[in-house]
T-cell receptor, first 116, second 117 residues
């Protein structure tokens, strides 16, 4: 399967600052990537679908001005949490869609964001 | 609406024994994909097994196999010869084949598997 990395693996920031999380597909050109959020002991919640060269598609209830997604190349998508607040603290996971014909997603290791 | 239900929040199994995790889903589609993912304490999501709905044969991957019952909309995961490293959260996921847009997963709520030594 595809190998996906995320950076940073964890970040602590002050309230009001912005944080950028990178998701890289290391061995696969990913036209489509996804961003998820996971709260403790809960399932993954899809935030948005990131398409290379076009605007991301956000799920209902996700603030697009708060969670900025850029997919500028076939190997890199970034999620920027703008003006972060403590309620944005969470575990953020990205995935790549490895071959549309098979529908399989491969996931990054996740980024733990703590906003003080 | 398409939904995925994992009715067992937690399961336990003795090492070397067999355990089955349940998953049911609701869809009106005839073709789709189903997946099981494992999330160990590291929180890295790992693909365990994949099933294509048009294939009647149950998927297997070493000690992992599924019982896919399309009419019943059931997709259970059997883990044979359980090992301590199998302890994790297991998520069932459903992916319809899109007529427009892209593939998306619908996840179940997960089953936490404990393996007892």
């Amino acid at each position: 399967g595809a190998v996906v990395s995320q950076h940073p693996s964890w970040v602590i920031c002050k309230s009001g600052t912005s944080v950028k999380i990178e998701c890289r597909s290391l061995d696969f050109q990913a036209t489509t990537m996804f961003w998820y959020r996971q709260f403790p002991k809960q399932s993954l919640m899809l935030m948005a679908t990131s398409n290379e060269g076009s605007k991301a598609t956000y799920e209902q209830g996700v603030e697009k001005d708060k969670f900025l997604i850029n997919h500028a190349s076939l190997t890199l998508s970034t999620l920027t949490v703008t003006s972060a607040h403590p309620e944005d603290s969470s575990f953020y996971i990205c995935s790549v869609l490895a071959g549309a014909g098979r529908g399989t997603q491969y996931f990054g290791p996740g980024t733990r964001l703590t906003v003080l | 609406a398409q939904t995925v239900t994992q009715s067992q929040p937690e399961m336990s199994v003795q090492e070397a024994e067999t355990v089955t995790l349940s998953c049911t889903y609701d869809t009106s589609e005839s073709d789709y994909y189903l997946f099981w993912y494992k999330q160990p304490p590291s929180r890295q999501m790992i693909l365990v097994i994949r099933q294509e709905a048009y294939k009647q044969q149950n998927a297997t991957e070493n000690r992992f196999s599924v019982n896919f019952q399309k009419a019943a909309k059931s997709f259970s995961l059997k883990i044979s010869d359980s090992q301590l490293g199998d302890a994790a959260m297991y998520f069932c996921a459903y992916s319809p084949i899109p007529t427009s847009g892209t593939y998306k997963y619908i996840f179940g709520t997960g089953t936490r598997l404990k393996v007892l030594a």
